[in-house]
């Protein structure tokens, strides 16, 4: 089977560091998936992490360790617009490009003064 | 930018009627993929193509057919809808091959509501 944790609910405030988690449980990885999704928007891809260690992307980071199963989304400097929500998704199965995503449930990230 | 095109953002149909959702993606990508979001649930793949006139089941295809009669089109049929499939539904798109880092590029979503 295959199992995708993550919290549920995060506050923080503006201007500080927050970390979402993430643990998995599938069959096969073929890759881990950050996305943001904005209330009523679609979801929009924000990071990819294949290997072990840490994925930097301007104000975002994405962790991955294999042998743990886990993975976490680090957000700095945060600002009012990242409230949102912050799905983790897994590529399971072989390696292929064709093997939907499996998402998490996601967690919703309210961002406060 | 890619973009993939839902035809509608809000649908009221009724109890019993055959639905159609419609997904149409500009980037040439061999996969295409129905999800279906609902609160506390999370996004739940009901069916996906990986080419032309291909499809496999997702995890929960009951009551969902669809159809790829082109690469840049994925529908959506919902046979005789029911009131447990108002929901948000979540048309994605992505390369395929042996590329495993693509990302899946969704679309605006459709919220349907079945009185």
């Known amino acids: 089977g295959q199992n995708i944790d993550q919290p549920t609910e995060m506050t923080a405030t503006e201007g500080a560091i927050v970390q979402i988690n993430c643990t998995y449980q599938t069959s096969g990885f073929n890759g881990l998936f950050w996305y943001q999704q904005h209330a009523g928007e679609a979801p929009t891809f924000l990071s990819y992490n294949v290997l072990d260690g840490l994925e930097e992307k301007g104000r975002f980071s994405s962790f991955l360790s294999r042998s743990k199963g886990y993975s976490y989304l680090l957000l700095k400097e945060l600002q009012m617009k990242d409230s949102a929500s912050y799905l983790c998704a897994v590529r399971g199965g072989l390696y292929s490009g064709n093997t939907p995503l499996v998402f998490g449930k996601g967690t919703r990230l309210s961002v406060i003064a | 930018d890619v973009k993939v095109t839902q035809s509608s953002r809000y649908l009221v149909k009724r109890t019993g009627e055959k639905v159609f959702l419609e997904c149409v993606q500009d980037?040439?990508?061999?996969?295409m993929f129905w999800y279906r979001q609902d609160p506390g649930l999370g996004l739940r793949l009901i069916y996906f193509?990986?080419?032309?006139?291909?499809?496999e089941k997702g995890d929960i295809p009951e009551g969902y057919s669809v159809s790829r009669e082109k690469k840049e089109r994925f529908s959506l049929i919902l046979e005789s809808a029911s009131t447990n499939q108002t929901s948000m539904y979540l048309c994605?798109?992505?390369?395929?091959?042996?590329?495993?880092?693509?990302?899946?590029?969704f679309g605006d979503g459709t919220r349907l509501s079945i009185l």
């Open positions: 994605a798109s992505s390369f395929g091959g042996q590329g495993p880092n693509q990302p899946q590029h």
């Open positions: 980037m040439d990508h061999e996969n």
């Open positions: 193509s990986y080419d032309v006139k291909m499809k």
